[in-house]
């Protein structure tokens, strides 16, 4: 199992970076105008195009498009974001074409996947977004835990399109299965156009959209669109904490779109050093804002301390 997370890279124990200080100025002071607007993916009929040319590897039981394999192909994409190219992806701000680290899978990500196997959380029927989803693991598990449907957000439209919705196709289509995965495999064999059904379940991308901006912009998205949702039983959040000042967007964010008596999993390290945020300063920001109430749920000590935290409304069951 440690060996198979070895595969991922999960995190060498790296922390999402902010920018160089005159950046994040240029960022502070167009923050309010340069905040990145959301986008609803559509799902391609032609898995074909989804799947295509990805090489794939494996980690746990679950296919991951290889990572480093975009970070080199993609240097930009339609919408202009140009996020991938080396010279820009550590850099952080909320300013459009900057990468917000969704092309790693975090450590917490694995942390928070033991954590459902250890309490038995239960997805069944259950509506769930994975917020921040980068690969978008957290939601593929929900997924092939029955859940009714399962969102995805990250930030860079390009996440989701080469990464997070060939993800979803490799893990749950059956297509995805029947090409098969494993390290350094080439996705070569094209899949068929997706089937209205699949055999024996119902067509798993029909249960999932897929979203990217800025979370702010994303929650409005949702809750004007003219595909109303209702709100999410389950949130998932794996290393979003890291940056202070998006603390007040996701705190509206997470009010905005949990169901009255749904809960948050969010996973975390307890400090980002170097960046400012973690555990105790947004449980601090919970508090002061007085609609949410926290419970740490576990806590890893290997390696930077990690925690996860349930977080629930004040005055829910
Ligand atoms: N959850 C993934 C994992 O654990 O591997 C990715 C974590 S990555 C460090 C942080 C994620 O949060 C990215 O997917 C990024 O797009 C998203 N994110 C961070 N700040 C954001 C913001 N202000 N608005 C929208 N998305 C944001």
Not at 75 to 92: N, R, T
Not at 124 to 131: A, E, F, G, M
Not at 266 to 271: E, G, I, P, R, W
Request: hydrophobic share 35%.
């Amino acid at each position: 199992r440690e060996k198979s997370r070895e595969t991922a890279d999960p995190a060498a124990d790296s922390s999402p970076k902010l920018a160089p200080a005159e950046h994040r100025d240029e960022a502070a002071s167009k923050k309010n105008l340069c905040v990145k607007a959301a986008k609803e993916h559509s799902i391609p009929e032609d898995l074909n195009k989804v799947l295509e040319n990805k090489v794939m590897e494996t980690v746990l039981d679950l296919s991951h498009v290889k990572l480093s394999v975009v970070e080199m192909t993609c240097s930009g994409d339609a919408d202009g974001e140009g996020i991938i190219s080396k010279s820009i992806s550590s850099h952080s701000d909320l300013i459009p074409g900057v990468y917000e680290g969704g092309l790693k899978i975090w450590e917490c990500t694995f942390d928070l996947m033991d954590y459902f196997s250890e309490a038995a959380i239960e997805f069944t029927n259950k509506s769930v977004l994975d917020l921040g989803c980068g690969a978008g693991l957290l939601g593929i598990v929900a997924l092939r835990g029955e859940a009714a449907r399962v969102h995805f957000q990250d930030y860079n439209s390009t996440v989701i399109d080469e990464i997070t919705l060939p993800n979803v196709v490799a893990n749950c289509t059956s297509e995805g299965r029947r090409m098969g995965s494993g390290k350094d495999r080439k996705a070569s064999k094209p899949p068929s156009k997706r089937p209205r059904k699949a055999e024996g379940s119902p067509d798993v991308l029909n249960r999932c959209r897929f979203f990217s901006g800025e979370w702010s912009q994303v929650s409005q998205l949702l809750l004007n669109s003219n595909k109303p949702c209702s709100k999410y039983d389950i949130i998932l959040t794996s290393e979003t904490i890291y940056n202070p000042d998006y603390y007040s967007a996701l705190h509206e964010t997470l009010a905005q779109l949990l169901d009255r008596n749904g809960r948050v999993y969010l996973a975390s390290k307890v400090h980002y050093f170097g960046v400012g945020g973690g555990i105790p300063l947004f449980e601090n920001f919970i508090e002061e804002k007085n609609v949410f109430r926290t419970r740490m749920v576990k806590t890893i000590d290997q390696g930077l301390q990690r925690c996860i935290m349930e977080i629930a409304f004040k005055n829910s069951c």
